[in-house]
Structure formats: structure tokens, C-alpha cells
């Protein structure tokens, strides 16, 4: 191989690293993480977002304050930490504006402060079953709108060991379990005498100022390998709402954005950083090129 060849080669190498740089560094392994492709995942919900107009992810909470409360819906999924009072101030002030927040809290106590704070419900994180009304096993039930407020093309949404809402007037529950579900306080797959029958409330809203919240108390219906599931790509279309732009709040999260994104943040707000990093390929452009053709 003569020497032209073999920086040729070179030069495919080094694109071809690159690539895998871009391909690792834009994705992220963290479950619920809107760049995790992977099932436990919710970029698909990501991408069902953006059809909306636009899908944008928060990581401080005082992003509330430039949303348009009319034209935006806010979710937080499965919240790893708590909000603490300046995050729920913040959200107070957007719902008192006319946002809607959707709160899908996990069986850990991270959704309790807001659920607790800002609405008079509480979340009850003993695991749900059913043993009828079910998709592979009765760790899945599947939930519904209740009969007098029925939701356009959905049915059915299919859970993951939901948990279930106390304090939920009938008139402000979105999704039910059917009467054979039972919380399953042991963890042995059976009811028992003491582990009280169904219906639960899976979903429930409730006004906020001129806004609302809508508190689920399972959010393993938003990622990926759950999404196609029964009706719950129609139900998270109906959570959408009129919006047109959906904020995806990870203020909460322990894990930070995957690195390439975060980059791009960074480039973003920066003119500097802007002029300095083209200004960087652009000469190692030129050289590849340069070095190529000797």
C-alpha cells in the first residue's frame, strides 16, 4: 500500500471513531432518560412529542418561568429525587397560569412532595395486580377511563405494578382498575383476606389556579418496550392536549443529559464557544484534505 493509500485508510479510521463517539456520547442507558433507546427507555415518547411541535427537556427549574402556560404541557416521570420548595414554587406558578403538569410518580416516595403539596391526593405505592383484567400476567393490568368519562380512541391502557391514587373524588379520575384488581401488600401474586379489591385509581387530575395537574401512579406506560401497548400511545396523545410544545422537567433527575447534548447546550449559549469549535474543523478539515492529496 502505497503512502497516499494508507492516510487514506487513516482518515476513514478516524471518522470511523468518530462516529462511535458521536453514537455513544448522544445516547444514555438511565431508565425513563428520553435518549435511552433501549425498552426501559422513552425516547419513542420523545419522538411522539416532537409531532406535537416541538419536545424540549428542562434541567432547572426556573426554565418554568419563559413557558408559554397555553401552549406547553410538562411531564415528570418517575422523579428521582425531590422537588424541593423552589421547583414546586415554580410549578405552582406555571399551572397558576394555565399550565398542565403530568406527574407519573414510581413506587419510590420522589413524586410524594409534589403529589402531596400541590393536590390533595396521595399516592399509595403498594404494587396493583389484577387477575382478570390483564396483558401477560397479572403483574400488567390493563386500566380504563371510567364509564362516565370515556376518552377518544382509548379503552384500555396497559400498566406496569401500578400503584394506586387515594382522596380522588369520582369526577376527577382519568384511568381505573377494574373491581378483580387488589393491592398486592406481600408481594406472593395472591390476594389475602387483608389486601383490599378494586377499583383503584390509576390516573386522577385536579385543578390548580387556572391550570392542572394530572397525578398517574405509574410511568412505565410512557417508555418504549410499554408504549404500543393496548391504547397508551393514544392516551399520551390525549395527555398532550392542545399543546404545542411538550417540556420534558429533569430538574429531578441524578443523571445529567448525554454528553453530546449537553456540548451542544453549551454551544449553544455561547458565541464564543460557537466561532472556536467551527473554527476548529474547519482547520482540521482543511488538513485531513491536505494531507490526503500529498
Not at 428542562?58 to 426554565?63: E, H, K, M, R
Not at 418554568?64 to 423552589?86: I, K, M, N, T
Not at 387483608?194 to 385509581?201: C, K, R, S, V
Amino acid at each position: 500500500m502505497n503512502e497516499r493509500w494508507l492516510r487514506i485508510a487513516l482518515a476513514v479510521v478516524a471518522v470511523a471513531v468518530l462516529v462511535v463517539l458521536v453514537a455513544t456520547t448522544a445516547s444514555s442507558t438511565v431508565t425513563f432518560d428520553p435518549y435511552n433507546p433501549d425498552w426501559n427507555g422513552t425516547s419513542e415518547f420523545r419522538a411522539l412529542a416532537a409531532e406535537q411541535g416541538s419536545a424540549e427537556l428542562i434541567t432547572d427549574a426556573s426554565a418554568y418561568d419563559g413557558l408559554d402556560a397555553d401552549r406547553s404541557v410538562v411531564f415528570v416521570l418517575a422523579p428521582e429525587q425531590p422537588h424541593y420548595a423552589r421547583s414546586g414554587q415554580a410549578m405552582q406558578s406555571y399551572m397558576d397560569r394555565g399550565g398542565t403538569v403530568v406527574v407519573a410518580g414510581d413506587r419510590g416516595r420522589s413524586a410524594d412532595w409534589l403529589v402531596q403539596n400541590l393536590t390533595r391526593y396521595r399516592i399509595d405505592r403498594t404494587p396493583v395486580r389484577d387477575l382478570a383484567a390483564f396483558t401477560e400476567g397479572t403483574a400488567l393490568p390493563l386500566v380504563h377511563p371510567p364509564a362516565d368519562r370515556p376518552i377518544d380512541g382509548v379503552d384500555s391502557v396497559a400498566t406496569n405494578l401500578p400503584g394506586s391514587i387515594d382522596n380522588v373524588p369520582d369526577e376527577q379520575r382519568v384511568l381505573v382498575t377494574a373491581s378483580t384488581a387488589f393491592r398486592d401488600a406481600d408481594g406472593d401474586g395472591e390476594p389475602d383476606d387483608d389486601e383490599p379489591l378494586g377499583p383503584f385509581t390509576v390516573a386522577a387530575t385536579q385543578s390548580v389556579g387556572d391550570g392542572r395537574m394530572i397525578v398517574l401512579a405509574d410511568p412505565s406506560l410512557f417508555i418504549d418496550s410499554m408504549l404500543d401497548r393496548a391504547d397508551n400511545r393514544a392516551f399520551v396523545t390525549h395527555l398532550f392536549g392542545d399543546a404545542d410544545r411538550v417540556v420534558i422537567d429533569r430538574s429531578h433527575a441524578t443523571s445529567g443529559r448525554p454528553p453530546l447534548y449537553a456540548a451542544l447546550d453549551v454551544l449553544r449559549s455561547s458565541p464564543a464557544a460557537q466561532i472556536l469549535v467551527f473554527g476548529a474543523v474547519a482547520i482540521g478539515l482543511a488538513a485531513i484534505v491536505g494531507w490526503t492529496r500529498r
